[in-house]
């Protein structure tokens, strides 16, 4: 495996020779290569010739190859002396840069307001390589635009949308969204929300065991997999036997296994039981550590940064008068502690693990949040490898949807990222990448950074702001988390 670029710009060459590129042994950035616009129109296919391919699949790295796509599917990889590069393609040299696959955010909330800002913030998961959402709080709207990415008429990363979250009387977002107060209602709004194309059934906290069952059973009848929360008075045993698909933000190991959101005293032993029952049983976790130990002064510094100048107006708007605006710092500083315990424990009991931010919520910034939640893995102890397999083949496994996305393998679909580094040896190689490809359509690094300094340019114009509501485009009310 080599580290370095095979054939490095002399900017590179002098970085690399005086070891001090950012006073960084680390290896090249992609600003150390030129940058390549694909051409307008879009050509019928790309070749990354020369590339590093790193396949999330049983192989580590394949070494100096090309990776053909046509359409918005990978046609052909190989190695590079013995692949054919089609005649109509474009080329992007590699040079020793590394090819892997975009990265999935399985926990995301679009609170922009408007279509006009929602294709602006699928600008900011692109530019930081990720080519996968699953939105967790739908809408009939958002259910539109999963359809518009689909057919190629909206420029964004493909999503798959949850229904709103079903929920018991009394729960946080009752004013907004209505809740059902016996198992029947509960049944109806689920053959309901299949009816209307969800792609998963959201469950929340104030479920009591009749109404929550009567939701498994009647989603199982509509062949909808069921994900979310888990309400406090079924628990994390119930939720697990009823084979629910995930579990969000660790919420039923904290129930059972710690005083949540004070940083409590963890019961190890306790939550690798259920860890265990939880790999038996198939049910997945997406512990989103980013927004569970959100700190007071983490979210004031991301108030204050300049990401979030090309976040849409109604977003900060909603991160403003939203209830999360982070935890005491000692209080956050143990939770975070608790949840790199958990991701340890989920990882080393066998269960799966997906990467969730929940951007949109609470001064979690749509993209530039997957790098945090990333290195949270890291911390916790998981390898490099582990982590990116939870943003990638894991996904798409936990979604049924192996083959489609998550892997460089042909037939999938061309959602990949273009890197300086390798990131099975540090996952901040994914902080600058050299471009990403979504759905087979190539967007090199200054082609993102042109349109992110757009999108920067235009809200600070006073362009693109919208009312404080709607919140979730398409429907009146806010989406929680």
């Keep these: 495996m080599r580290l370095l670029p095979a054939g490095p710009t002399l900017p590179a060459l002098a970085c690399l020779a005086l070891l001090a590129c950012g006073d960084s042994p680390l290896g090249p950035s992609a600003s150390d290569f030129a940058d390549e616009p694909a051409p307008i129109p879009h050509p019928a296919a790309v070749a990354f010739v ?67 800002n929602l294709r602006n913030d699928f600008q900011l998961w692109l530019a ?40 018991g009387p009394g729960g946080t977002w009752e004013a907004s ?127 204050a940064g300049p990401e979030v100048r090309r976040v849409s107006p109604a977003m900060r708007d909603f991160f403003v008068t939203g209830f999360h605006h982070g935890l005491p710092d000692d209080v956050a500083e143990r939770e975070a502690r608790n949840g790199r315990d958990m991701i340890r424990a989920i990882h080393d009991g066998g269960a799966r693990l997906l990467v969730g931010t929940d951007a949109g919520f609470g001064w979690i910034l749509p993209g530039y949040s997957i790098h945090d939640e990333l290195a949270s893995f890291v911390a916790a102890g998981l390898s490099p490898r582990s982590a990116l397999t939870a943003a990638t083949s894991g996904a798409a496994r936990a979604m049924r949807r192996e083959g489609e996305f998550g892997r460089i393998t042909v037939g999938a679909r061309a959602d990949l990222v273009l890197l300086a580094r390798n990131p099975l040896d540090d996952v901040g190689a994914l902080r600058e990448s050299s471009g990403t490809m979504v759905r087979g359509r190539w967007l090199s690094r200054g082609t993102l950074s042109d349109r992110l300094d757009a999108i920067e340019a235009s809200y600070a114009a006073g362009a693109g702001a919208v009312p404080s509501a709607p919140r979730s485009f398409g429907e009146a009310a806010p989406p929680p988390h």
Excluded: C
């Design 177 to 303: 969204t209505p809740t059902v107060a016996t198992a029947e209602e509960a049944r109806a709004r689920v053959e309901a929300h299949a009816g209307a194309g969800y792609d998963f059934i959201k469950v929340y906290n104030e479920l009591d065991r009749a109404q929550y069952a009567a939701i498994t059973v009647e989603a199982g009848a509509q062949a909808i997999p069921v994900v979310g929360h888990v309400p406090s008075r079924v628990g994390m045993q119930s939720v697990q036997d009823a084979r629910q698909m995930t579990v969000e933000h660790s919420l039923g190991l904290k129930y059972a296994a710690s005083d949540p959101f004070t940083g409590g005293t963890l019961d190890v032993p306790l939550v690798a039981e259920l860890v265990g029952r939880s790999a038996v049983l198939g049910v997945a976790h997406t512990p989103t550590i980013s927004v569970m130990a959100l700190s007071e002064s983490r979210a004031s510094a991301t108030r």
């Design 128 to 167: 930081n390589g990720v080519t996968t959402l699953r939105v967790m709080w739908g809408s009939t709207g958002i259910l539109a635009v999963r359809d518009r990415i689909a057919w190629g008429v909206v420029a964004g990363p493909p999503i798959r949308v949850a229904s709103r979250g079903i929920d």
């Design 50 to 116: 020369g590339v590093h391919v790193v396949p999330m699949t049983d192989q580590a790295v394949l070494e100096d190859h090309t990776v053909v796509v046509r359409g918005s599917v990978i046609e052909a990889i190989g190695p590079r002396a013995g692949t054919t590069v089609p005649p109509d393609a474009f080329v992007v040299e590699g040079r020793g840069r590394y090819l892997m696959p975009g990265l999935a955010d399985m926990h995301v909330h679009l609170t922009s307001g408007s279509l006009a």
